[in-house]
C-alpha cells in the first residue's frame, strides 16, 4: 500500500477512536441506559483511553527538548 | 501472502456476519436465563478488572521513561554503563539463526563486550559453523570490532539450564545478558540493556521481544500476542511484579548468580524459575523496552502448541516450587505481585480452561435472550483495546496495516486462545501422568534479515 493511503486509514482509525471516545462519554452519562454491559464497557474504555492520551501528552511534554 | 489475506477476508466477513445475525435471527419466543448470565457477568467483570488496571497503568511507564531521562539530560547524567558485558547464546541446533545473532551483536554500539555460544547437544553443524566464523573473525575482522571478544564451548548434558551455567562459569562480566540464539539483535540493545544498571538497586531487567517473522499467519497471531505481553510488562514494571524474564532477551547483574545460585537444571522453563527466586530474593527487577531483541517465532501450529505446553508446564512447575510467594506477608516480596498480579495468572489459567467455550455460550446467550449487549460489547472492548495499543505505542511504524486488523483481533485471539487451551489441557495431563516435557526443537526457517525486522519497527535517534 502507499504511504499516503496508509496515513489516510491511520487518521480513519484516529477519527473512530475520537467518536468512540465520545459515544462512550454519551453512553455513560445517558440516564436511560439499562444495559450494565454498555456502561462498563463505557466506563472501561474512557478510562484507559483518558489514560493513554494523557500519558501521551506528559511524554511529549518531558520530550520536548528532543523533539 | 494471498493465503494470508484470504483468510483476513474470510475472517472479516465472519465477523460481520456473526454482528449481523446477532441482529437479524431472533428466536420465537423472549427466554431469561439468569443462571447464564450471573456466569457471563462474573467472567467478563473480573476479565474487564484486570485489563482496566493494565491498560490504565501501562501508558505510565513511558512517562516515568520520559521524566527520568529530562532530569538526567538536565543534571547531565547521560554517561554511559561501562562496564564489561557478557552476552550468553545457548544453541541447540540453530545451525541456521547463530551466525545471524552474532554478527547482529558484533554490530552492537556497546564495544565493552564478550559473546559466549554455547552449543548444547547439537546435532547439526552448530558448533563447526560457529568455529569456522570464529577463526574467520579473528583474523581479519577482531581489530575493526575494538576486540569483541567471541567464545565457543561445548556442553554435552542436553538442557538450556546446563548451558546457561557454562556460560555464566567462565563469563567476565559484571553484567550477563542471556539471549536466544535465533535472535537479530539491533546495535543498541546491549547499550540500552546495560544503561538500566547505573541504578544500583536494579538486579535484573527484561527486555522488549518482537516475533520477526510475521509472513505466515501463525507469526502474525504471536506478533500480536507479544505486542500485549510486552505492553502489559510496562504495567507489571511499574508495579514491580515482573515474574517472567524470558530467555530471549534478559540481563542479569553478575552478583545475583553468587547470591541465588545459577539457573535450575531442572525446571523446563529455567527463565521463569531464576526470575522467580530472584522476585522471591526481594530484588528489583526492570523492563528495558528500549532493548528490543527480534525472535523467530513458531512457524506452523504444532510448534507453537509445543512451545506453549512447555511455557505452562514450566509455569506450573514454578508455582508449585514457591507456593509461599503466594499471599506472602513477608516484608521483602512485593504485596502487588503476591496479592494481585500471581494470583490473576492462576485466574487466567482458570479463565482459558472457558474461554475458548465462552465465546460461543455468549453468542448462544444472546441469540436466546435478544440481549446483545454482551456480546457487542466483548468485540468492542477488544478491538478497542487493540487499536489503543497501536496507536499508542511509539514503536510501531506500519500502524494501518496493523489497525486494520482490529476489527478481526478477537478472532486472531480466539486462535492463541485455541492453542492455549491445548497446551493447558496436555500440561495438567502430563503434569499427572509425571511425563517429562523436552526442551523442543523446531525446525528453523532463518526466515527474517535485518531490513525486514526493521521496516516494522521504529528505533528514535537517540534511544
Known amino acids: 500500500m502507499k504511504p499516503n493511503i496508509l496515513k489516510i486509514i491511520e487518521s480513519l482509525f484516529a477519527l473512530i477512536m475520537a467518536v468512540l471516545l465520545l459515544t462512550l462519554f454519551y453512553l455513560f452519562f445517558y440516564p436511560n441506559i439499562n444495559s450494565l454491559a454498555y456502561r462498563w464497557v463505557a466506563a472501561f474504555l474512557s478510562v484507559i483511553i483518558l489514560s493513554n492520551l494523557g500519558a501521551r501528552f506528559l511524554v511529549n511534554y518531558f520530550n520536548r527538548d528532543k523533539l | ?463
Request: with cysteine; hydrophobic share 45%; proline share 3%.
Open chain 2, 1 to 463: 501472502m494471498f493465503k494470508k489475506l484470504s483468510v483476513y477476508f474470510f475472517l472479516y466477513i465472519l465477523t460481520i456476519g456473526i454482528i449481523f445475525s446477532v441482529f437479524v435471527l431472533t428466536p420465537n419466543e423472549n427466554y431469561n436465563f439468569p443462571l447464564m448470565r450471573f456466569v457471563i457477568v462474573s467472567f467478563a467483570t473480573v476479565l474487564l478488572i484486570k485489563y482496566s488496571i493494565y491498560m490504565f497503568i501501562s501508558p505510565w511507564f513511558d512517562v516515568y521513561v520520559a521524566w527520568s531521562g529530562r532530569r538526567r539530560r538536565k543534571m547531565n547524567l547521560i554517561e554511559d554503563f561501562k562496564g564489561k558485558v557478557s552476552v550468553l547464546l545457548p544453541a541447540r541446533n540453530e545451525e541456521l539463526g547463530v551466525i545471524t545473532t552474532i554478527r547482529g551483536l558484533l554490530e552492537s554500539s556497546y564495544k565493552n563486550l564478550e559473546i559466549i555460544v554455547i552449543d548444547n547437544a547439537s546435532t547439526d553443524n552448530t558448533y563447526k559453523n560457529v568455529q569456522k566464523f570464529i577463526e574467520t573473525y579473528n583474523k581479519t575482522l577482531k581489530k575493526n570490532k575494538k576486540n569483541i571478544e567471541i567464545i565457543c564451548l561445548q556442553e554435552e548434558t542436553p538442557g538450556k539450564g546446563h548451558a546457561l551455567n557454562k556460560g555464566i562459569s567462565v563469563a567476565k562480566g559484571e553484567i550477563i545478558v542471556s539471549i536466544d540464539a535465533d535472535c537479530y539483535v539491533p546495535p543498541n540493545t546491549i547499550r540500552n540493556f546495560a544503561n538500566h544498571f547505573k541504578d544500583p538497586r536494579v538486579m535484573a531487567a527484561v527486555g522488549n521481544v518482537k516475533i520477526g517473522n510475521t509472513q505466515t499467519l501463525i507469526g502474525v497471531v504471536q506478533y500480536l500476542e507479544f505486542l500485549f505481553s510486552f505492553y502489559f510488562k510496562k504495567c507489571d514494571s511499574i508495579l514491580g511484579s515482573i515474574y517472567i524474564i524470558g530467555g530471549a532477551a534478559g540481563a542479569f547483574r553478575r552478583e545475583i548468580f553468587d547470591k541465588i545460585g545459577g539457573y535450575s537444571a531442572t525446571n523446563i522453563t529455567e527463565d521463569i524459575d531464576l526470575t522467580f527466586r530472584i522476585q522471591y530474593a526481594g530484588m528489583k527487577i526492570v523492563y528495558a523496552e528500549n532493548a528490543v531483541v527480534f525472535t523467530e517465532g513458531a512457524t506452523t501450529i504444532n510448534d507453537l502448541m509445543k512451545q506453549r505446553l512447555r511455557w505452562k508446564r514450566g509455569r506450573l512447575e514454578t508455582f508449585l516450587d514457591y507456593p509461599q510467594m503466594f499471599f506472602s506477608g513477608h516484608q521483602i516480596h512485593r504485596k502487588v505481585l503476591s496479592w494481585l498480579i500471581l494470583p490473576l495468572a492462576i485466574f487466567g489459567d482458570m479463565q482459558l480452561f472457558m474461554e475458548l467455550f465462552f465465546i460461543i455460550f455468549v453468542y448462544i446467550y444472546s441469540y436466546l435472550t435478544r440481549d446483545y449487549s454482551s456480546f457487542i460489547s466483548g468485540i468492542i472492548v477488544v478491538t478497542s483495546m487493540f487499536m489503543i495499543q497501536i496507536l499508542f505505542d511509539h514503536r510501531v511504524k506500519k500502524r494501518a496495516n496493523l489497525l486494520l486488523l482490529a476489527p478481526i483481533g478477537w478472532l486472531l485471539f480466539y486462535i492463541s486462545t485455541f492453542v492455549e487451551f491445548n497446551a493447558l489441557i496436555k500440561t495438567f495431563w502430563s503434569y499427572l501422568k509425571k511425563e517429562k516435557i523436552e526442551w523442543q526443537v523446531w525446525k528453523r526457517e532463518g526466515v527474517f534479515s535485518k531490513e525486514k525486522v526493521e521496516e516494522n519497527i521504529y528505533f528514535p535517534k537517540d534511544d
